[in-house]
T-cell receptor, first 116, second 115 residues
Framework: NAGVTQTPKFQVLKTGQSMTLQCAQDMNHEYMSWYRQDPGMGLRLIHYSVGAGITDQGEVPNGYNVSRSTTEDFPLRLLSAAPSQTSVYFC???????????????FGPGTRLTVL | GENVEQHPSTLSVQEGDSAVIKCTYSDSASNYFPWYKQELGKRPQLIIDIRSNVGEKKDQRIAVTLNKTAKHFSLHITETQPEDSAVYFCAATLGSGAGSYQLTFGKGTKLSVIP
């Protein structure tokens, strides 16, 4: 199994450009999520999904859209990139078979995004 | 929502000494507390977790303790080695309902083990 994969690994955008960060998992996990990681801020939840067709907002959703058309894929769209969105983005997935979130979240390798 | 505080932000220890990282959480309904290790340039990886019905859990040189009354939990690393150098994150679930799978993370502790 490849686990959780993300593309691209690195991306540079200009302010106002849009792009999609790709995330895929091959573990048949129901739960998928996107985090951003900034220095000294830890990991902050952007959006999450508990299954195909179901998405919800996390702590810092502004400026980002998500969709979940399949179990495997959970893309993150930046609508109009801003310098404040410069960050490292991690996708994660987990099974929902445990009780109340008691299952490991597996992280992808991350995408380092710079917005000029 | 849940708030997780983590201390210290940086920690330096001599090889062979113990390291302790502490976290507090705000939502009394939180019931799952994982710890992640992130090496430089890598993804976070789970190293140990604890559930709210357990007070302590140990895995070789790593242990986690939970005090539900005080709403705090700690990571203990004994006999530290240079390869333990990394950033460690604590986390807690939001609680019951649809948010029970959302993890709220602390801001991280950078551990440096000095040979």
């Amino acid at each position: 199994n490849a686990g959780v994969t993300q593309t691209p690994k690195f991306q540079v955008l200009k302010t106002g450009q849009s792009m999609t960060l790709q995330c895929a998992q091959d573990m048949n996990h129901e739960y998928m999520s996107w985090y951003r990681q900034d220095p000294g801020m830890g990991l902050r939840l952007i959006h999450y999904s508990v299954g195909a067709g179901i998405t919800d907002q996390g702590e810092v959703p502004n400026g980002y859209n998500v969709s979940r058309s399949t179990t495997e894929d959970f893309p993150l769209r930046l609508l109009s990139a801003a310098p404040s969105q410069t960050s490292v983005y991690f996708c994660a997935s987990s099974s929902l078979s445990g009780t109340s979130g008691e299952t490991e979240q597996f992280f992808g390798p991350g995408t380092r995004l710079t917005v000029l | 929502g849940e708030n997780v505080e983590q201390h210290p932000s940086t920690l330096s220890v001599q090889e062979g000494d113990s390291a302790v990282i502490k976290c507090t959480y705000s939502d009394s309904a939180s019931n799952y507390f994982p710890w992640y290790k992130q090496e430089l340039g890598k993804r976070p990886q789970l190293i140990i977790d604890i559930r709210s019905n357990v007070g302590e859990k140990k895995d070789q040189r790593i242990a986690v303790t939970l005090n539900k009354t005080a709403k705090h939990f700690s990571l203990h690393i004994t006999e530290t080695q240079p390869e333990d150098s990394a950033v460690y994150f604590c986390a807690a679930t939001l609680g019951s309902g649809a948010g029970s799978y959302q993890l709220t993370f602390g801001k991280g502790t950078k551990l440096s083990v000095i040979p």
